[in-house]
């Protein structure tokens, strides 16, 4: 796809994160929800299946040729053919967890993959009314309730030491020695993909994750990130792809500029 077609296509996205936004902030005041578990134990609400039933919706409507691979529905098995090679990758509700703990640290996610790697990406993070977008090489900005999105960057670390930017739920042994071979000189704790936006608006480094997620956790962050100048690889330093068999990703590393 062209980057005008791709920037065009960002912008009708909008809407449709502060829609689903705007349902999951409805539920989340209500207290009213309910929490079950899935298949792999992590928890589900209502307003992950709302999220995702507003955005099916409006993308059918805007790309009706390119297949959706969403969380929730791919956990139930309904996943498309993404043959293609050009497919959405939808996380309506990253962060239940946090949603569930009302650190208020949840996300929507929608991610556009082309031949393997994120070519555009959007998260909204509904309780701050912030939209953070990219769609190639320059074009990643923030946007604020209703103030113009402005441009963001990733930043080079200092000789200092790193900054990281850690999960507030999915740390273990395995990280903590991963970052034991770092020269840490500062580290944060975040929710949800929030952390491959931190580092993109340049305020860290590094975020490690060894562990198991699934694609449609990073595609959007991912996307957001090479646009502003860093990148996810593997441990191997290999580019994260996607597409791969069950949508599972391997152990990652998100950096900025010296990645």
Known sequence: ?????????????????????????????????????KADASPVTDADEASER???RALGKLTPDIPIVSEESAEA???PSIAGGKFWLVDPLDGTKEFINRTGEFTVNIGLVVNTRPVLGIIGIPLKKTIYAAAGPGTATVAVADGAPRPIAAIKASP??????ASRSHTG?????????????????????????????????????????MEWDTAAGH???????GNITTLDGEALRYGKPNFENPSFVAKGCDG
């Open 160 to 165: 200092e030491g790193f900054v990281i930017v």
């Open 223 to 229: 996307a957001i990130l090479l646009a502003a100048g």
């Open 54 to 56: 507003i955005i099916l």
């Open 1 to 37: 796809m062209k980057n005008a077609e791709l920037l065009e296509l960002l912008e009708a996205l909008r809407p449709i994160v502060c829609d689903a936004g705007e349902e999951i902030v409805r539920i989340y005041k209500e207290k009213t929800y309910s929490v079950r578990k």
């Open 173 to 213: 042994p395995e990280t903590e020695a991963y970052l034991a071979t770092l020269h840490v000189r500062e580290r944060k704790t975040s929710g949800s993909s929030i952390k491959f936006c931190v580092i993109a608006e340049g305020e860290a480094d590094i975020y490690p994750r060894l562990g198991r997620t």
């Open 77 to 79: 098995g309904n996943i």
